[in-house]
């Protein structure tokens, strides 16, 4: 069975409320943005069970190599957009390198909790 935006979501909150904070001018913390693929990585590190789920669903394709197919890092992005706890914006990656990895379009989501 498909997992649904919310669920991806909420697995991914736990990982995003430790995200670390950063101090603003004027004195004012708040939470730097992550992209799906390092929330992707992170879940695979702390061994969280999502990764199991859609791996079976989506596969291990990530970035431009995995060609037309939805990876599970592409599937937390759709998510995390559709969510109304996260905050996103896009990041201009037509030149950014990641380690093996090249970008699969010219923008990509960035996300973190949204803080009312």
């Known amino acids: 069975m498909s997992m649904?935006?919310?669920?991806?979501?909420?697995a991914c909150m736990g990982l995003l409320?430790?995200?670390?904070?950063r101090?603003?001018?004027?004195?004012?913390?708040?939470?730097?943005?992550?992209?799906?693929?390092?929330i992707w990585t992170l879940l695979q590190e702390e061994g969280n069970?999502?990764?199991?789920s859609l791996e079976a669903e989506y596969g291990t394709a990530v970035g431009k190599g995995g060609g037309e197919n939805v990876g599970p890092a592409q599937r937390i992005g759709v998510a995390?957009?559709?969510?109304e706890q996260i905050e996103t914006?896009?990041?201009?990656?037509r030149r950014?390198?990641?380690?093996?990895?090249?970008?699969?379009?010219?923008?990509?989501?960035?996300f973190r909790?949204?803080?009312?």
């Not at 409320?17 to 904070?21: N, V």
């Not at 001018?25 to 992550?34: A, C, Q, T």
């Not at 914006?89 to 990656?93: E, K, M, Q, S, T």
């Not at 909790?113 to 009312?116: A, D, P």
């Open 4 to 10: 649904t935006n919310d669920e991806i979501a909420q």
């Open 17 to 21: 409320s430790r995200a670390e904070m």
């Open 23 to 38: 101090k603003r001018r004027g004195g004012k913390y708040e939470r730097v943005f992550l992209m799906a693929y390092q």
């Open 49 to 52: 069970p999502i990764c199991q």
């Open 80 to 83: 995390l957009e559709a969510s």
């Open 89 to 93: 914006y896009h990041l201009d990656v």
């Open 96 to 110: 950014l390198s990641l380690p093996g990895i090249q970008p699969s379009g010219a923008s990509c989501g960035i």
């Open 113 to 116: 909790i949204r803080e009312y």
